[in-house]
T-cell receptor, first 105, second 114 residues
Framework: GIQVEQSPPDLILQEGANSTLRCNFS?????LQWFHQNPWGQLINLFY???GTKQNGRLSATTVATERYSLLYISSSQTTDSGVYFC???????FGTGTSLTVIP | DTGVSQNPRHKITKRGQNVTFRCDPI?????LYWYRQTLGQGPEFLTY????????KSRLLSDRFSAERPKGSFSTLEIQRTEQGDSAMYLC????????????FGPGTRLTVT
């Protein structure tokens, strides 16, 4: 079946640090998205990025479809960035296992 | 518009009971999706509607689960004869046809089956 692997599974950062989260796919990439689930469970769209690079403030994402991976960059992390980051792709909306991020002040 | 809303936010029920959840999507969105999320896992797709038509159902949606969207607005998800394995967060999302990938999620309904 289709597999979506995310790494690292857990990440602890000091406030102000930068980080890179990775999402690997076992199939051709389509409809790739990144989400943030805050500690209260709310899922928020971050990027729709089937290919190329996008930036939104301190966050940016790059998808290399030919190599079946996507990266999410978080710069100058803040405590409000804490939560779980999911990538998702495919017409049946397969979610990865997530990266749990904790930003400490 | 205040976004996607779900009711109730929490539900505790005894095994064997039936439960029903409601989702109100963003008003101009004609697509509505249901997901289930268990602790430590990503959300799993259950089903989706385009207007009142249920277009796709996951294999996860057993015979005890039924979803409806009778007038193409709000949707209900019913679980009959609940089992402890049904304990999870049930998430609803909505989107437009044009930007179907851009789904907006509700806060979820947390179900605990005792």
């Amino acid at each position: 079946g289709i597999q979506v692997e995310q790494s690292p599974p857990d990440l602890i950062l000091q406030e102000g640090a930068n980080s890179t989260l990775r999402c690997n796919f076992s199939d051709s990439v389509n409809n790739l998205q990144w989400f943030h689930q805050n500690p209260w469970g709310q899922l928020i769209n971050l990027f729709y990025i089937p290919s190329g690079t996008k930036q939104n403030g301190r966050l940016s994402a790059t998808t290399v479809a030919t190599e079946r991976y996507s990266l999410l960059y978080i710069s100058s992390s803040q405590t409000t960035d804490s939560g779980v980051y999911f990538c998702r792709y495919g017409n049946q909306f397969y979610f990865g296992t997530g990266t749990s991020l904790t930003v400490i002040p | 518009d205040t976004g996607v809303s779900q009711n109730p936010r929490h539900k505790i029920t005894k095994r064997g009971q039936n439960v029903t959840f409601r989702c109100d999507p963003i008003s101009e969105h004609n697509r509505l999706y249901w997901y289930r999320q268990t602790l430590g896992q990503g959300p799993e797709f259950l089903t989706y509607f385009q207007n009142e038509a249920q277009l796709e159902k996951s294999r996860l949606l057993s015979d005890r689960f039924s979803a409806e969207r009778p007038k193409g607005s709000f949707s209900t998800l019913e679980i009959q004869r609940t089992e402890q394995g049904d304990s999870a967060m049930y998430l609803c999302a909505s989107s437009s046809d044009r930007f179907s990938y851009e789904q907006y999620f509700g806060p979820g309904t947390r179900l605990t089956v005792t």
